[in-house]
């Protein structure tokens, strides 16, 4: 609806085949000339400040987050593609290939790079003193909403050297786009490494203390439509639980049931697994509970499995459990050092492990390749 009565909106550049109606079926090349077209439009009503000299942004994201307000501040630039391969840009998450694919495809028919991957850092005091310097001066775009405020400085010559010394040799680690990393990866390769542009791709770079991580919730229906009173046997059989009056773990180890409109407190065994992976709470739930018990072998691709973020509250699980009949397991959201532990260890993370927020807006940054190309 957005899209349709607002031809500014950025929706209509990041469609996906979810959003295509009916009648035009899975029709990904149709779908790939719109969003085209849709950022041409923006291009021509001028809604965007150009900048032609090399420029890093500070961009700080401003939230409310019970009860407080949550800031983190990062720089904005463009890191290597290839330092995926080099080791300096860590993964933790696997990606579906179809869907990489189209967001390659989507990023070299549009011509255009809108939503940076988020990465951190391990922060260090240097840094961090030299970013509070460039927030100083005066921003150049100050937006806020009921959801977000955003500002944004520019940075430029000497000083923008000075930060991107800084970080040179960091260590970064995939926050939030593995998929979008993915993409840029497969475009540069398809180019046969040809296309300057596409050599490097719009990343915002968090400091690791200032990231706010939360727990995805999951939601499991059972294939045997067995009773509560025969699904808390199954549970118990393997794992210490009791009835409690909250659904929210209190620390790591614990898991919130949530059952026939009754909260119950689960303790997580110990994995048999050696990894650092296998430590986890997603993935002892998933060893001793969801696959043994549910047959939830592949939680990325089970019909009987879904997801909720965590910043949609406890009560949204509730409320849809209470719809389906199916069980909520309230996840204790993991601390941002286990993402880079196991980043570091080469390993990657069970489908949904965390939620990273505040996400950076898409649309906010655009950099314009077929532009960038003429310049170079």
Request: proline share 6%; hydrophobic share 35%; glycine share 6%.
């Amino acid at each position: 609806v957005i899209t349709s009565e607002n031809q500014l909106s950025f929706l209509n550049v990041t469609r996906s085949l979810e959003d295509l109606p009916v009648e035009q079926g899975n029709d990904a090349e149709g779908l790939l000339n719109e969003c085209k077209e849709a950022m041409d439009h923006l291009y021509k009503a001028d809604v965007y400040q150009s900048f032609d000299e090399p420029s890093l942004f500070i961009y700080r994201i401003d939230i409310r987050h019970n009860g407080s307000i949550h800031s983190q501040t990062g720089i904005v630039g463009l890191v290597p593609v290839e330092d995926t391969e080099s080791v300096q840009i860590l993964k933790h998450e696997e990606v579906r290939p179809e869907r990489s694919d189209l967001m390659s495809r989507h990023l070299v028919a549009v011509g255009a790079s809108s939503s940076p991957i988020s990465l951190t850092y391990k922060n260090d005091e240097q840094l961090d003193k030299a970013i509070t310097n460039c927030t100083s001066n005066e921003p150049v775009l100050m937006t806020e909403d009921s959801e977000m405020k955003q500002t944004i400085w520019k940075v430029v010559g000497e000083t923008a050297k000075e930060l991107s010394e800084l970080v040179s040799n960091k260590i970064l680690y995939i926050t939030d786009g593995h998929h979008r990393m993915a993409a840029a990866e497969e475009a540069l390769k398809k180019s046969n490494k040809n296309y300057g542009p596409l050599e490097s791709t719009l990343a915002v770079l968090f400091p690791d203390d200032e990231m706010l991580v939360l727990p995805f919730h999951r939601r499991v229906g059972d294939p045997e439509g067995r009773s509560s009173q025969d699904l808390l046997k199954a549970i118990s059989a393997v794992c210490e639980i009791e009835k409690s009056d909250e659904t929210t773990p209190e620390r790591i180890g614990e898991v919130g049931l949530y059952l026939d409109g009754q909260s119950h407190k689960i303790i997580l065994p110990k994995s048999n697994g050696n990894n650092l992976v296998d430590q986890l709470d997603v993935a002892r739930l998933q060893e001793h509970i969801l696959a043994p018990i549910f047959g939830v072998v592949n939680p990325g691709t089970h019909k009987l499995i879904d997801y909720v973020p965590g910043p949609l509250g406890i009560n949204v699980v509730k409320e849809r459990c209470d719809k389906d009949s199916w069980l909520g397991f309230v996840m204790h959201p993991l601390k941002i050092k286990d993402l880079m532990d196991v980043a570091e260890a080469g390993e990657l993370m069970p489908p949904k492990s965390s939620y990273l927020m505040p996400k950076p807006r898409s649309g906010v940054f655009v950099r314009d390749l077929n532009r960038e190309k003429n310049i170079q």
